[in-house]
């Protein structure tokens, strides 16, 4: 077996990357091992990080375990089959080649749940690989409470902030803002230095898509970037500035935390502009095409790391 086609797993009792101890990636030939391993976790209650941790294994091998971009190697397979039968009694090795009905049987699932078990979120096994390299250790930089400042598409001349909460649960980065009733939310995935997410509002369910630059500390506290979606009422495509600024930190009491962030949804959408600083507007409503690009602008819309990113963060600390 080449080097290639193995993926040498962080586990302290393997200390060469033999074939016996590691886990190989999935050829072309369809396998639900994926499906049935993701059935077990969420029929126990139990996330990746937690078996991971008891496993002794990374989590990001466990991730790639639930993607189906890799399938355990002989020995982790009776390691994990060994771990689970103590939660599951009766489970053995054999039990992996069942149907994926009859294997969601053995843990109490309705077959018709075990149907519509996805083994991931759609994206290739590679980009899932390195979405979930780039998130393993980064995710609690960015829990806290936040508020986003736009132009409002809606009502030109104007700006909107929502406010919201951004925590990881079930072993991602999730979030959800809103303002006056409505609410959006989705994942996000810190990818290389940007954020990369997905949202749908509560009124339309219309997804939504953002990259967002990231200025690197320790606590992550503004973030910039673009939103693109289908706002205006025929869904037309429309592609904004956004800015993300963090509001406060989480007090770790979630009941505390849920009621907070019910409050800060609870504000205004909209803002005067006399509310937002010069420096933001300026950032937010940049020029762009070819008259701008002709006196040295852009020509497309776009999120560069700019020097009004320290100015506007350092408004937001002052606030």
């Known amino acids: 077996m080449q080097s290639a086609d193995i993926v040498k ?19 072309q030939v369809p396998d639900d091992f994926a499906k049935r391993f993701t059935l077990a976790l969420k029929a126990l209650s139990m996330s990746r990080g937690r078996l991971a941790l008891e496993m002794g294994v990374d989590k990001s091998l466990v991730g790639r375990w639930a993607s189906g971009s890799v399938r355990p190697s002989a020995y982790n397979l009776e390691r994990l089959t060994r771990f689970l039968a103590e939660k599951r009694p009766g489970l053995t090795l054999l039990d992996w080649d069942r149907s994926l009905p009859e294997f969601a049987t053995l843990f109490g699932v309705d077959a018709a749940v075990a149907a519509r078990t996805k083994s991931g979120s759609g994206l290739s096994g590679a980009l899932q690989d390195m979405v979930r390299n780039a998130v393993d250790s ?38 959800e803002l809103g303002a006056d009733g409505i609410r959006y939310g989705g994942s996000m995935s810190p990818v290389e230095g940007q954020v990369f997410a997905i949202a749908s509002d509560s009124v339309r369910h219309v997804p939504s898509f953002l990259i967002l630059n990231v200025v690197p500390m320790p606590k992550i506290v503004l973030m910039d970037g673009l939103l693109i979606a289908a706002c205006s009422s025929l869904r037309i495509p429309t592609a904004y500035s956004i800015i993300f600024e963090r ?27 006399d509310d937002v600083a010069e420096v933001v507007r300026q950032h937010l409503l940049r020029d762009f095409g070819p008259k701008a690009a002709s006196e040295g602008g852009e020509m497309m819309l776009s999120a560069p790391l700019t020097p009004r990113l320290a100015q506007i963060m350092a408004l937001s600390r002052a606030a």
């Open 9 to 27: 797993e962080h586990n302290p009792l393997a200390l060469s990357p033999t074939p016996a101890l590691c886990d190989r990636r999935v050829s």
């Open 138 to 175: 980064h995710l609690t930089a960015y829990e806290g409470f936040w508020r986003t400042t736009q132009a409002s598409v809606f009502q030109p001349g104007c700006f909107c902030q929502q406010h919201g909460i951004i925590r990881i649960e079930d072993d991602e980065l999730r979030f």
């Open 247 to 273: 509001v406060g930190d989480l007090s770790r009491d979630r009941a505390a935390d849920d009621a907070y962030a019910t409050a800060l949804m609870q504000r205004p959408e909209f803002v005067e502009d």
